[in-house]
């Protein structure tokens, strides 16, 4: 039986499939059960051939015998393993190759040991194995991915091996939308967490207990020492820089305005309806003529980056062109500003963003609040309260890095907006903020426009909601007695 991560990694029929994995957490026998099954359908239920290609013939040999043995527990008939010879294209040399062939189906698996140039112009399912590992990846995968054109599918499994490796580049293209296909990850932990130690004492015959469990685990990683991040939590090597160039960052940024405001030395304490009346001063001053000025004709969206007496608080609103430009006309960042006045300010930007449809607001610890009151505002469907966390920032920042290498994006220009985006960067293979502090025009910052810009960035995204409604019956008229019948309309942002 197949542990949880192995079920969920075969029940991905994406045609372009990949997952960053930690070692010896058993995918390649999952693979191997997924690839009998394949091989020894008919072609009318989907069957193909399956290409296996490893870098070495120990993994080759490990993978060929995995399939045998699920071809005997599925009761299959299969024929003997075939040693071969595969010639290069590329040179002199002869590759070896191991076949296992079903008769019944007419397919057959082939294990490769090395890149064959000859997988162009065939069919099928290819797999290619701890493809970090592999010389000349790009080229590996601009054939195999020539097979998905005649419904052929493609499966990568492996660990990093750097962070500049191609398996890495090709992972984050995925998560930026650059690419079609789906990634997967399981960390040791993770595994472990889904019963490999207890599979372990099955297969050894020996009992599980906790304290067992947690001493393999302890062990696995002092026998992996300082590589344990990238061989076991899936962490490339080899990270740490900033990950965008100032010079990209100010490619994307024209003139346009970032209003600031922090208001007056015990304003917290000041009367509300002095409070308000301040602040809907400042939004009418400032705030109302940049919203007339939007294209009424285009959609909106906003992140929002929450802070209040130490960091700022950042919102970002957005529009996306009739080219699917993602534009922030505007940035508006408050310092020491009340809750209940932030909340004014957000409301009144929400509120006269034309064909708005998704915002974004960070919801850890008071930011929560803000959020909460957006949400029960605008609808949960519009608004994303989010907890910002590892597992966010590694699906999410991919898409917003790639904005800025596609020019995709366009930004006020500013020194400080520059110098927070500046403080993204990749941390235990994960695009986030480091935790440094820099001094602003107006004080301390820690990174929060980047913030706000990767959640409005996201909130974009998202697809628009329609919004359906019946409205209240008319009063009745005695001159038509239909008035009253209720009439039910919808529309879509």
Sequence with gaps: MLLPYQQRWLADTSPLKIIEKSRRTGLTWAEASDDVLIAAAAKTAGGQNVYYIAYNQDMTIEYVQACALWARAFNYAAAEVEEGLWDSDDDDKHIKTYTIRFPDSGHRIVALTSRPSNLRGR????????????????????????????????????????????????????????????????????????????????????????????????????????????????????????????????????????????????????????????TLDWCERHLRPLLLALNPNERHAFGEDFGRSGDLTVVAPYAITSSLQRVVPFLVELRNTPFEQQRQILFYLVDRLPRFFHGCLDARGNGQYLAEVAAQKYGSLRISQVMLSDAWYREQMPAFKAAFEDDTISLPRDADIADDLRQLKTLNGVIKLGSERTAGSSGQRHGDAAIALALGYTATRQTPTEIDWTPAPRRRDDSNDNDDRPVRSAGAW
């Design 123 to 278: 069919q099928g399912v290819v797999v290619i194995d701890e493809a970090a590992f592999h010389d000349q990846l790009g080229e590996l995968l601009k054939a195999a991915l020539a097979l998905l054109i005649w419904g052929g599918s493609v499966r990568i499994i492996s660990t990093h091996n750097g962070e500049q490796n191609a398996f890495n580049e090709l992972v984050q293209e995925i998560r930026a939308g650059k690419r079609k296909g789906s990634v997967q990850r399981i960390t040791f932990r993770e595994a472990v967490a889904d019963g490999l130690f207890r599979r372990v004492c099955l297969r050894t015959g020996k009992p599980w207990t906790a304290d067992a469990e947690a001493d393999w685990v302890a062990g696995v990683y002092e026998f992996y020492g300082d590589g344990a991040k990238e061989e076991l939590d899936c962490v490339p090597s080899q990270g740490g820089g900033a990950v965008l160039t100032r010079a990209l960052i100010e490619a994307r940024m024209v003139e346009r305005p970032v209003l600031r405001w922090q208001p007056p030395e015990g304003f917290t304490f000041w009367p509300t309806a002095l409070r308000e009346a301040e």
